[in-house]
C-alpha cells in the first residue's frame, strides 16, 4: 500500500489531476475553425461568407479629368467653390437693389403700395431673392456636383463650367415659369406662358450667368491660394525679409581613411628597451 505523498508512487497511477484516477487532457479549444454540426448555418443557407472571408478590396477610383466640361462628382472643396460663386452674386444683387430701394425710397414710401399692389420692400425681396431663387438653385447644383470649380482645373475649362451652371439655372428658371405660366395663362391668355418659359428666364438668366462668371472666377482664385500656417511679422519668407543663407555647420567626425591618413602610425606607448650591457656594473651617477 502506497502512502499518497510517498515520492516512490507510480506517476501513472496519479491522473491528470492527481486524484487518483487516468484520464485524458482536455484539448484547447481552436477559435476561428467553423464547428460542423448536423443543421446548416445561416451563413451556409443564405451564402454568406464564413468568419475569416473577406471581399477583396475595391479599386482606388480614378481621379476626374480636370480640363473636361464634366466633372461628376462631390466634395468639400467643390461645394465650397459653389457656395463661394452663388453667395457672392446673391450679395450682388443684394447691394444693386438695395441702391435702387434707396433711391426710390425718396419718391415713393417703402411700405405705401403702388401699381399692381405691391410696395417698395415686397417688390426688392421677390426681384432679389424670391424670383430668382430657381437660379441659385440650378447654379449651386451643378456647380457643386456636375461641373466644379476645382483648383486643378485650368481657368478656361472653369469659365466654360461656369457657363454650363447658369444654363442649368436658366433652364431651371423655365421649369420653374411653365407651372406659373400655366397658372397665369388662365386669366391673361396664352402669352403669359410664353412670357414665363422663354422670355423671363432668358432675361434674368443671362446677367446672373455673367456675373456668376466673375464670382467664379474668384472663386477658383481663392481655392488656389497657397496655404500655410500664418507666419509673424519679420519672419523668413514674409515681404520686406532677406532670406537667410543655408548655413552647413564644419564637419565634427571624420572618416576612417582620412584619420588613418592623417596620424601617423605610431604605437600608443614604447615598450622598455633592454640594457646594452646586461653584465655591466651599474651606471655611474
Do not use: C
Not at 401699381?115 to 430657381?134: E, Y
Request: overall charge positive.
Amino acid at each position: 500500500m502506497s502512502i499518497p505523498g510517498d515520492p516512490q508512487r507510480p506517476q501513472q497511477d496519479r491522473g491528470y489531476y492527481g486524484a487518483g484516477w487516468s484520464q485524458p487532457a482536455p484539448s484547447a479549444p481552436q477559435y476561428g475553425a467553423p464547428q460542423g454540426g448536423p443543421y446548416p448555418t445561416a451563413g451556409d443557407r443564405y451564402g454568406a461568407p464564413q468568419r475569416g472571408a473577406y471581399p477583396p478590396p475595391r479599386p482606388p477610383r480614378p481621379d476626374a479629368d480636370p480640363r473636361r466640361a464634366f466633372a461628376p462628382g462631390a466634395s468639400v472643396t467643390n461645394t465650397a467653390g459653389a457656395l463661394i460663386a452663388v453667395v457672392s452674386v446673391v450679395l450682388v444683387e443684394f447691394v444693386a437693389g438695395l441702391f435702387g430701394l434707396l433711391g426710390a425710397s425718396l419718391v415713393v414710401h417703402p411700405f405705401s403700395s403702388y401699381g399692381a399692389g405691391d410696395s417698395l420692400v415686397s417688390g426688392f425681396v421677390t426681384g432679389v431673392f424670391a424670383a430668382p431663387f430657381p437660379f441659385y438653385a440650378g447654379a449651386f447644383l451643378a456647380l457643386a456636383f456636375l461641373t466644379p470649380i476645382a483648383r486643378r482645373s485650368p481657368l478656361p475649362t472653369v469659365l466654360l463650367r461656369t457657363v454650363l451652371a447658369g444654363a442649368a439655372g436658366t433652364v431651371a428658371l423655365a421649369l420653374v415659369g411653365v407651372f406659373t405660366g400655366a397658372f397665369g395663362a388662365v386669366t391673361s391668355g396664352g402669352a403669359r406662358i410664353v412670357i414665363d418659359v422663354f422670355t423671363r428666364p432668358l432675361q434674368s438668366g443671362l446677367p446672373l450667368t455673367l456675373m456668376l462668371l466673375a464670382t467664379s472666377t474668384a472663386a477658383w482664385l481663392w481655392l488656389g491660394r497657397p496655404r500655410g500656417p500664418r507666419r509673424g511679422p519679420g519672419a523668413p519668407g514674409t515681404p520686406g525679409t532677406v532670406r537667410q543663407p543655408d548655413a552647413v555647420p564644419p564637419a565634427t567626425v571624420r572618416p576612417t581613411s582620412q584619420q588613418g591618413a592623417q596620424q601617423p602610425s605610431v604605437p600608443p606607448y614604447a615598450p622598455p628597451q633592454p640594457p646594452s650591457d646586461p653584465w655591466g656594473g651599474p651606471r655611474p651617477r
